[in-house]
């Protein structure tokens, strides 16, 4: 932007310039996965040259995201950034050729060129080096970097929470804070109110700047999808970008924003309704509570005594036994077997083994069997017990994707959600050992008429080191040295 607030058209040809001849080189520098990957990119040589910045261009400028003049500069910025893209492709052409595929594209002479079906010219014939040359990509782990807005979306908020590597991070925009200091209507409490709020629509903020610093949620889905359009006029690839819908958006306007945007061209959208989602990438400070908002709450006795307290007291196994399940999995530290035994249909009783006896491991793994089988006794959903084990993480996992494991709870909890929860049970049953689990039972296959012998490994007088189960041997060996984490008694090596 010029000193004057106005769009410096000769810098951006520059920046247009060198981009196009970077991602080109991009091409020959890739290192391709597989030959067939190598062979397409070199044949048609798509590059894809796109904006960020552009809400905050707009604030800088002074125009409205949500107004004609904001879309009609929109429509300029990019059709200035594909034409001088593709006047750097035709230099580039002229140095190193067009791109194999050249004469058989919607670029090539009329004897070879592709058309449309009555027979027309798709493109006018060019001579360029790629294929494609523009896009607008999804830019939002690279704009943090830069410390712009992403891609062609208005500004999500003036100040949002962030959630990233299950951290949560307050996000202000420095900008509006300058401005506010260098305007002196800056205050720690405002900034605070807007954080809380997720709007900035408070008296100490002056009209003008409501007007300009407008956010995703103040813009009606018509005008993102209208800013989209624009822009798709003059993009050869297609767009990213979300048609953002407040929490109480209805599904008629879904289907209005899918017709508008299919009428004015665009290839395709995305929306999201706010707080359609737990933990969702990107929440204002009244995300959370809006769905909590659309019912008053009721109102509460002028005086409630605290409940007491009810004493809870396990069912008795049954005498004669129960039918039991059993089921392998694969954990980072070793196999896991499970034993679930049921009562009415319904598991009462959690047995968990891994590794050998003695172990760290296998103690830990042993108390959540018996916590598990003492809640499950006393009447709690399995549902909520198999909510409170998934997802915990350990040092390493095991397995991809879906049937991925983080830990030896994860690998529990998984279980118990896939076959109780989700109804994923085998056909028939495996009952268990008799005498396990009889009336003096503890709710693990341990009675409690006789005391457990308690052992110790000592050297000298001195607790001997244990380190992690061994994946191989399922001895607690696994020491990490030298920066490995190796087994003492088979050999096993992670490195």
Same mark, same amino acid.
Not at 206 to 234: C, G, K, L, N
């Given at each position: 932007m010029t000193?004057?607030?106005?769009?410096?058209w000769?810098?951006? /040809?520059e920046?247009?310039h060198?981009s196009t001849r +970077?991602?080109?080189?991009?091409?020959?520098a890739?290192?391709y996965?597989l030959p067939q990957?190598h062979e397409l990119?070199? /044949?048609i040589r @798509?590059?894809?040259?796109?904006?960020? #910045?552009?809400?905050?261009?707009?604030?800088?400028?002074?125009?409205?995201?949500? !107004?004609?003049?904001?879309t009609e500069l929109?429509?300029?910025?990019m059709?200035f950034v594909?034409?001088?893209?593709?006047?750097?492709?035709e230099q580039?052409?002229a140095?190193?050729?067009?791109?194999?595929e050249w004469?058989?594209s919607?670029w090539?002479?009329d004897?070879?060129?592709?058309?449309?079906?009555d #027979?027309s %010219?798709?493109r006018?014939m %060019?001579r360029?080096r790629?294929c494609?040359?523009?896009?607008?990509?999804?830019t939002g782990t690279i704009s943090?970097i830069a410390?712009?807005?992403?891609?062609i979306?208005?500004? +999500?908020?003036?100040?949002f929470w962030?959630y990233?590597a299950?951290?949560?991070m307050l996000?202000?925009?420095q900008d509006?804070?300058?401005q506010?200091?260098?305007?002196g209507w800056y205050?720690?409490?405002?900034?605070? @109110?807007?954080a809380?709020?997720?709007?900035?629509?408070h008296?100490e903020?002056?009209?003008e700047?409501?007007?300009?610093?407008?956010?995703?949620?103040?813009?009606?889905p018509?005008?993102h999808? %209208?800013?989209?359009?624009?822009f798709?006029? =003059?993009t050869?690839?297609?767009?990213?970008?979300?048609?953002?819908? $407040?929490h109480?958006?209805?599904?008629?306007?879904? /289907?209005?924003?899918?017709?508008?945007a299919?009428?004015?061209?665009?290839?395709?959208?995305?929306? =999201?309704r706010d707080?359609?989602r737990?933990?969702q990438?990107?929440s204002?400070?009244?995300?959370?509570?809006a769905?909590?908002?659309?019912?008053?709450?009721a109102?509460?006795?002028?005086?409630?005594?605290?409940?007491a307290p009810?004493?809870?007291a396990?069912r008795?196994v049954?005498?004669?036994g129960?039918?039991?399940h059993?089921? $392998?999995?694969v954990?980072?530290?070793?196999?896991?077997r499970l034993?679930?035994?049921?009562?009415d249909?319904q598991?009462?009783?959690?047995f968990?083994i891994?590794? /050998?006896?003695g172990?760290?491991?296998?103690?830990?793994?042993?108390?959540?069997?018996?916590?598990l089988?003492?809640?499950?006794r006393?009447?709690?959903p399995?549902?909520?017990?198999?909510?409170?084990? %998934?997802?915990?993480?350990?040092?390493r996992?095991? #397995? +991809?994707g879906?049937d991925?494991v983080?830990s030896v709870?994860d690998?529990i909890?998984?279980l118990l959600?896939d076959?109780?929860v989700r109804?994923e049970?085998?056909?028939?049953?495996k009952?268990?050992?008799e005498?396990v689990?009889?009336p !003096?039972?503890?709710?693990?296959g341990?009675?409690?008429?006789? $005391?457990?012998p308690s052992?110790?490994r000592?050297?000298?007088?001195e607790?001997?080191?244990t380190?992690?189960?061994?994946p191989d041997?399922?001895?607690?060996t696994?020491?990490?040295?030298?920066?490995?984490r190796?087994?003492h008694?088979?050999?096993?090596?992670?490195?």
């Amino acid at each position: 932007m010029t000193p004057d607030r106005q769009v410096d058209w000769a810098a951006l /040809r520059e920046v247009v310039h060198q981009s196009t001849r +970077f991602l080109d080189d991009v091409i020959d520098a890739n290192h391709y996965p597989l030959p067939q990957i190598h062979e397409l990119s070199q /044949r048609i040589r @798509r590059i894809g040259l796109g904006v960020m #910045g552009w809400a905050d261009m707009l604030v800088q400028l002074g125009i409205p995201y949500n !107004s004609s003049e904001a879309t009609e500069l929109g429509r300029q910025v990019m059709h200035f950034v594909d034409e001088e893209s593709k006047v750097a492709s035709e230099q580039l052409a002229a140095e190193r050729g067009v791109f194999p595929e050249w004469e058989r594209s919607i670029w090539g002479p009329d004897e070879s060129c592709a058309r449309r079906p009555d #027979g027309s %010219r798709i493109r006018p014939m %060019r001579r360029l080096r790629n294929c494609n040359v523009t896009t607008v990509a999804p830019t939002g782990t690279i704009s943090i970097i830069a410390g712009c807005s992403s891609g062609i979306e208005p500004l +999500f908020a003036i100040a949002f929470w962030r959630y990233q590597a299950d951290s949560r991070m307050l996000d202000i925009n420095q900008d509006f804070v300058a401005q506010a200091r260098r305007e002196g209507w800056y205050s720690e409490a405002l900034m605070e @109110r807007i954080a809380d709020t997720g709007h900035i629509h408070h008296p100490e903020v002056p009209a003008e700047v409501q007007r300009v610093w407008v956010t995703a949620h103040d813009i009606s889905p018509e005008w993102h999808v %209208r800013m989209q359009a624009a822009f798709q006029d =003059y993009t050869d690839s297609a767009i990213s970008k979300t048609i953002n819908f $407040p929490h109480e958006a209805t599904p008629d306007q879904v /289907r209005e924003a899918y017709e508008l945007a299919y009428s004015l061209g665009c290839k395709g959208i995305t929306v =999201y309704r706010d707080g359609s989602r737990a933990g969702q990438v990107l929440s204002t400070g009244s995300t959370g509570s809006a769905a909590t908002q659309a019912e008053p709450p009721a109102e509460a006795p002028a005086t409630v005594a605290p409940a007491a307290p009810q004493a809870l007291a396990p069912r008795m196994v049954p005498a004669d036994g129960l039918p039991s399940h059993s089921y $392998p999995v694969v954990t980072p530290l070793g196999k896991l077997r499970l034993f679930v035994t049921e009562l009415d249909g319904q598991p009462f009783e959690v047995f968990a083994i891994i590794g /050998r006896a003695g172990s760290d491991v296998m103690a830990f793994t042993e108390a959540i069997g018996r916590l598990l089988s003492l809640a499950l006794r006393c009447g709690v959903p399995v549902k909520l017990l198999a909510e409170q084990l %998934r997802g915990i993480g350990g040092a390493r996992s095991a #397995g +991809f994707g879906p049937d991925r494991v983080r830990s030896v709870p994860d690998a529990i909890g998984k279980l118990l959600q896939d076959h109780y929860v989700r109804g994923e049970r085998p056909a028939s049953a495996k009952p268990l050992k008799e005498g396990v689990g009889g009336p !003096s039972a503890n709710g693990n296959g341990y009675h409690t008429s006789e $005391p457990l012998p308690s052992f110790e490994r000592s050297f000298g007088g001195e607790a001997t080191a244990t380190g992690e189960i061994c994946p191989d041997c399922q001895n607690a060996t696994l020491m990490y040295e030298e920066g490995c984490r190796k087994c003492h008694t088979c050999g096993y090596s992670e490195c």
